[in-house]
């Protein structure tokens, strides 16, 4: 049985926990948390995960090890279990611009193994979008697991442990980016006489018909936009403002930036 500890039990990690409750993998797994809140640990042992009074006793009896804390919190935290920290558990972290390397000299250890990972926070409804990143050192069996977890909460892709700081912008900050496109629909409604709740709820509807049109139609992104958009017809004009207003490039631009910004937050 995987004996898996969260230090951090806030909105990313007390979902991921209570993924793993809810999944198939509940039998082959015992959870252990802390956080300086209790309450939160408090509210998840109805789902079976076992509070600890320290980030030592995580590290003692954990196998995986998820650093689930803001990244401003993180040479604290890997400080306070420094001397429990063994080379045999492996530490997941899922703050960005946290890299292996920084835990490792942190806990001045060349040999501890880390799995970074980006979630987002559709993962609270089980459907997150996960980038993975794997050091050399990952036994093959603990890799396999902790990316299980992550496709129990939604999709979990591996990508190169260097391109971390990049995929932010595509998978972790990017429902922030479709809620403010998605506030503009909604407010739009709400002036055109539809109703915020109406408005909200097609508009969510078209999203979600639109990517798994994305994912699941077979056709790109170019013919996609081409089947919607009839010659001289509404979404024609609509999307001559868009391009006007260079939608895409400004896209380009949010995603560059965030990317930048992760790099100055590096540790």
Do not use: W
């Not at 890299?99 to 609270?124: C, F, G, Q, W």
């Not at 050091?135 to 069996?141: A, G, L, Q, T």
């Not at 890799?143 to 932010?168: H, L, T």
């Amino acid at each position: 049985m995987n004996k898996i500890g969260f230090i951090g039990a806030g909105n990313m990690g007390g979902a991921i926990m209570k993924g793993i409750a809810k999944s198939n993998m509940n039998a082959e797994v015992e959870i252990f948390a802390f956080d300086m809140d209790t309450e939160k640990t408090d509210k998840l042992c109805e789902f079976g995960v076992k509070k600890c009074a320290d980030a030592n006793e995580i590290c003692d009896k954990c196998d995986i090890v998820f650093l689930a804390v803001k990244p401003q919190m993180f040479e604290e935290v890997l400080l306070s279990f420094k001397e429990h920290a063994r080379t045999e558990t492996v530490f997941v972290s899922i703050a960005a611009g946290i890299t292996a390397d920084y835990i490792r000299s942190t806990l001045e250890n060349d040999d501890i193994k880390v799995i970074l990972v980006m979630p987002n926070t559709p993962l609270l409804l089980g459907e997150g979008a996960t980038a993975i990143g794997k050091s050399e050192n990952v036994p093959k069996d603990k890799f396999d697991f902790v990316y299980s977890v992550f496709n129990e909460c939604g999709r979990a892709f591996v990508i190169p442990e260097n391109k971390m700081k990049e995929v932010i912008a595509v998978n972790s900050s990017s429902p922030a980016f479709i809620y403010l496109y998605a506030k503009g629909f909604i407010d739009y409604g709400v002036k055109a006489g539809l109703g915020e709740e109406v408005s909200k709820e097609l508009f969510a509807q078209a999203l979600i018909g639109s990517a798994k049109m994305i994912t699941d139609s077979g056709y790109s992104i170019d013919e996609l936009i081409k089947m919607v958009s009839s010659p001289g017809g509404t979404t024609l004009a609509g999307l001559d403002m868009l391009y006007k207003g260079k939608l895409t490039e400004t896209v380009d631009n949010a995603c560059e930036a965030c990317t930048k910004r992760a790099y100055e937050l590096s540790k």
